[in-house]
């Protein structure tokens, strides 16, 4: 017969800790996921409760990234499709960064009524799908802006021998290939996640066969490694390059593009790096080379709170690539005095016809063509 005592240490407030010593039996198995010998005793660390804060800040937080996302990205990719037409390489990362975007943004819906039920109750299919999803539009998103990276730093430092590689053709190819990597990479996501009964609720979580801990060790350092360490590395590759060509340009926007470096490596390093600091210590969890019980519990809520944090970046990245452009702004204006003349029927409606934004686009191509600079930053 199985013997339970279960104690709660601490003086009752949110740092206490609830622990299990279970004398072993040879058929007995940990209820919970992290578990740990200490002198021959189970000591079965329970996941802690979500502070007050926190479940009223992510039900909030996920609501107003949801909409500002939506309609950031909505409207570039309305300003692409419409009125710009595709028409660079340039273009084509940017349409595709920004459907990683909304992929992302389609996710917190969900993610709001779980942070404020605490349960999910959209099925196990669902489960699976918007799991998927939400990992698919995070390895696209961070390739895209990798590969946007790489194709400023071809365009501005060797501009002169990549002319005839930076097409159309070239970009819709290579973004195919890359959402054919991202979508491989979240197989493990696809098969894992479902339904689970964890404490009497239902949630979606990663459920492992047998328990074994090695699959999301292996999900985790897939992540550091190509959601992060690769793509940083191939960051300051090429913007340090840039820095160094843009040093000897007299374009007088030089100083402009310089801020719009390190805007973009700044963003990119505060919204991706805590979470994969808190995957990598999850990593080191699963491996028990932590196994401290208070850690354990101050880890879950760290991973919630760097996971809300990396939303931010999809809602930024309309303004960071589409908004600070001279001639995606145009374009921007030229949309909204067109609509409005629409739906007022003023007279002046012809005068913003795709004739007249296909004018100022040659124009302003004719222009660019002096700078690379002023093309891809």
């Known amino acids: 017969m199985e013997q339970d005592l279960t104690y709660l240490l601490g003086s009752g407030g949110s740092d206490d800790i609830l622990v299990s010593y279970t004398?072993?039996?040879?058929?007995?198995?940990?209820?919970?996921?992290?578990?740990?010998?200490?002198?021959?005793?189970?000591?079965?660390?329970?996941?802690?409760?979500?502070?007050?804060?926190?479940?009223?800040?992510?039900?909030?937080?996920?609501?107003?990234?949801?909409?500002?996302?939506?309609?950031?990205?909505?409207?570039?990719?309305?300003?692409?499709?419409?009125?710009?037409?595709i028409k660079t390489m340039t273009d084509v990362y940017l349409l595709n960064l920004t459907v990683s975007d909304l992929l992302l943004v389609f996710s917190l819906p969900f993610l709001v009524q779980y942070s404020i039920v605490s349960q999910w109750t959209f099925?196990?299919?669902?489960?699976?799908?918007?799991?998927?999803?939400?990992?698919?539009?995070?390895?696209?998103?961070?390739?895209?802006?990798?590969?946007?990276?790489?194709?400023?730093?071809?365009?501005?430092?060797?501009?002169?021998?990549?002319?005839?590689?930076?097409?159309?053709?070239?970009?819709?190819?290579?973004?195919?290939?890359?959402?054919a990597v991202a979508i491989s990479a979240s197989i493990p996501d696809l098969l894992f996640f479902q339904e689970v009964n964890d404490n009497n609720q239902i949630k979606c979580?990663?459920?492992?066969?047998?328990?074994?801990?090695?699959?999301?060790?292996?999900?985790?350092?897939?992540?550091?490694?190509?959601?992060?360490?690769?793509?940083?590395?191939?960051?300051?590759?090429?913007?340090?390059?840039?820095?160094?060509?843009?040093?000897?340009?007299?374009?007088?926007?030089?100083?402009?593009?310089?801020?719009?470096v390190f805007t973009v490596v700044t963003v990119f390093f505060l919204s991706w790096t805590p979470v994969n600091i808190v995957l990598f210590l999850d990593s080191l969890r699963n491996m028990s080379v932590i196994d401290d019980c208070q850690t354990h519990q101050r880890l879950d809520l760290a991973k919630e709170l760097t996971e809300a944090?990396?939303?931010?970046?999809?809602?930024?990245?309309?303004?960071?690539?589409?908004?600070?452009?001279?001639?995606?702004?145009?374009?921007?204006?030229?949309?909204?005095?067109?609509?409005?003349?629409?739906?007022?029927?003023?007279?002046?409606?012809?005068?913003?016809?795709g004739r007249s934004l296909d004018k100022h686009s040659s124009l302003h191509t004719k222009s660019s063509q002096l700078s690379s600079v002023g093309t891809v930053l």
Request: proline share 4%; charged share 10%.
């Open 309 to 353: 944090l990396s939303f931010v970046h999809c809602c930024l990245n309309p303004v960071i690539y589409a908004f600070v452009g001279e001639k995606f702004k145009k374009h921007l204006r030229d949309a909204f005095k067109k609509s409005a003349c629409f739906l007022f029927n003023c007279k002046g409606y012809r005068a913003f016809s």
């Open 23 to 85: 004398s072993p039996t040879p058929n007995s198995s940990a209820a919970y996921e992290y578990a740990f010998d200490y002198s021959e005793l189970h000591i079965i660390c329970h996941p802690g409760s979500i502070p007050a804060f926190a479940s009223t800040l992510f039900p909030v937080l996920y609501s107003v990234l949801f909409v500002a996302g939506l309609v950031g990205n909505a409207l570039v990719v309305w300003i692409l499709t419409v009125f710009m037409k």
């Open 205 to 260: 979580l990663s459920h492992y066969p047998d328990g074994n801990n090695g699959w999301k060790t292996f999900s985790n350092f897939e992540v550091n490694v190509l959601g992060w360490l690769i793509p940083v590395i191939v960051l300051i590759f090429c913007y340090h390059s840039i820095l160094k060509n843009l040093q000897k340009c007299h374009t007088k926007n030089k100083y402009k593009a310089i801020k719009l």
């Open 123 to 179: 099925g196990n299919a669902l489960c699976k799908i918007i799991s998927s999803v939400y990992f698919i539009g995070f390895y696209s998103n961070v390739f895209f802006i990798t590969i946007m990276s790489i194709d400023r730093y071809l365009a501005i430092v060797h501009s002169l021998h990549v002319q005839g590689i930076r097409t159309t053709a070239i970009g819709f190819i290579t973004s195919l290939v890359v959402w």
